[in-house]
């Protein structure tokens, strides 16, 4: 009885402690999504160039290292917000690309839209299936080396087929990279709501360019 009771007990504390990972998880996420979009839009007004926006990723991809470093300690806020801050800033040239086009600013929101449905989508199958998608990690993983490296080899290459191919590719790996980091939050993989933020912002944020970069390329007429 007594053993039952503990084991009750401590089902309710890991309960417990896992819907406050995403509650924060979530509550952080809008927030910096929030403050990446204001950052995009400021350098879409100021007209960011292509090198500003490479090196703007550069330093992204810099602090990505320093987030996770600081995930356990309180300064850790502030570097989820500098690091998404850059991120989104770079987005700035893209953007405006894309704006440039006939009917761009539709083409935009119907990306932006298209990456709300998705997220949403599959955040709440895998919140209400609570089904264990860990599974998944290594074949994401190789996907994603794989996706890496056709776009290395494709700026020397390129291919339009193949810009498009690994644009596709991409939507399918951070959708499901989606399933995957939820499933670790509700199954109790992830306790660090800061990496699980950065692991889903960064999912959202390639699944937004992805989908845009599609849109554009079926959609779009300069």
């Avoid at 509650?23 to 929030?34: D, E, Q, V």
């Avoid at 700026?155 to 670790?184: C, E, N």
């Amino acid at each position: 009885m007594e053993q039952r009771t503990l084991h009750s007990s401590s089902s309710q504390v890991s309960a417990l402690q896992t819907n406050k990972v995403l509650r924060n998880t979530y509550s952080l996420l809008a927030m910096t999504l929030a403050f990446s979009a204001v950052c995009a839009v400021a350098t879409m007004a100021i007209g960011i160039s292509p090198l500003a926006s490479i090196a703007m990723s550069i330093g992204a991809f810099v602090l990505l290292f320093v987030v996770h470093k600081k995930a356990d300690s309180a300064s850790g806020i502030f570097w989820v917000f500098a690091f998404t801050g850059l991120l989104g800033g770079s987005l700035g040239y893209t953007l405006n690309y894309y704006a440039g086009f006939a009917g761009g600013p539709q083409l935009i929101a119907q990306a932006f839209g298209a990456t709300a449905l998705v997220f949403f989508g599959l955040s709440a199958y895998a919140l209400t299936t609570k089904k264990d998608f860990s599974f998944m990690g290594g074949f994401l993983m190789i996907g994603l080396i794989v996706a890496i490296v056709a776009a290395i080899a494709n700026i020397f290459l390129q291919i339009p087929a193949m810009s498009l191919a690994i644009s596709a590719g991409i939507v399918l790996i951070m959708s499901g990279f989606i399933l995957f980091d939820t499933s670790r939050i509700i199954n109790g993989g992830e306790t660090n709501y800061i990496r699980a933020t950065v692991s889903l912002y960064l999912s959202i944020y390639n699944l937004f360019v992805s989908i845009l970069h599609l849109l554009g390329a079926f959609g779009g007429d300069d």
